[in-house]
Antibody, heavy 121, light 110 residues
Framework: QVQLVQSGAEVKKPGASVNISCKAS????????IHWVRQAPGQGLEWMAI????????SYAQSLQGRVSMTTDTSTGTVYMELTSLRSEDTAVYYC??????????????WGQGTLVTVSS | QSALTQPASVSGSPGQSITISCTGA?????????VSWYQQHPGKAPKLMIF???SRPSGVSNRFSGSKSGNTASLTISGLQAEDEADYYC??????????FGGGTKLTVL
């Protein structure tokens, strides 16, 4: 069965970086795009980024340009998302989600369990 | 890119129908059929309920339906049930080659 398993919770200081992993299984990793979505406490969902596991092409939300990057390891079916220069407002649950076979489809049919990142001095 | 506009809250009694709107612009909802809806219960990951404006994934009740007119997409839930109480989010592709979510709507089943 399809599963996305994310790495565990992180506590970081302002200005630091965080790297979250998302390991996919149960399907052919390179045939579906992966998205990252975050949710601050008590707030709504925010789309962050998309990566094509086949080739590594990426696109990012304008609000995060320059601070977010993603890579993939096709040998393990894992996507890595790094967010740098952390601020308190980056405190959120971060989700990876499986998108479609085409780049901009919005049907995220499988989600990771979420990774809580807390930014605090 | 500003978030799509959704009502903060809607409510209805069991058995009734409710509609949640999602208003964007000609640069997103109005020009593309890449609009989906998600249901999120507290502490859980979102669940896909409608994609491509009006398509329903397998396993999702046919009480959930989607539509679009101009720059506004809508999610309708008929025959409201207690388990439908949750937050609902729309999302759309935008001309800027990004995706944008709505602000979310809290559905209360009275």
């Amino acid at each position: 069965q399809v599963q996305l398993v994310q790495s565990g919770a992180e506590v970081k200081k302002p200005g630091a970086s965080v790297n979250i992993s998302c390991k996919a299984s149960g399907y052919t990793f390179t045939t579906y795009y992966i998205h990252w979505v975050r949710q601050a406490p008590g707030q709504g969902l925010e789309w962050m980024a998309i990566i094509n596991p086949s080739g590594g092409g990426t696109s990012y939300a304008q609000s995060l340009q320059g601070r977010v990057s993603m890579t993939t390891d096709t040998s393990t079916g894992t996507v890595y998302m790094e967010l740098t220069s952390l601020r308190s407002e980056d405190t959120a649950v971060y989700y990876c989600a499986r998108g479609g076979r085409k780049q901009w489809l919005t049907n995220f049919d499988y989600w990771g369990q979420g990774t809580l990142v807390t930014v605090s001095s | 890119q500003s978030a799509l506009t959704q009502p903060a809250s809607v409510s209805g009694s069991p058995g009734q129908s409710i509609t949640i709107s999602c208003t964007g612009a000609s640069s997103d909802v109005g020009s593309y059929n890449y609009v989906s809806w998600y249901q999120q219960h507290p502490g859980k990951a979102p669940k896909l309920m409608i994609f491509d404006v009006s398509s329903r994934p397998s396993g999702v009740s046919n009480r959930f339906s989607g539509s679009k007119s101009g720059n506004t997409a809508s999610l309708t839930i008929s025959g409201l049930q207690a388990e439908d109480e949750a937050d609902y989010y729309c999302i759309s592709y935008t001309r800027s080659n990004t995706l944008v979510f709505g602000g979310g709507t809290k559905l209360t089943v009275l």
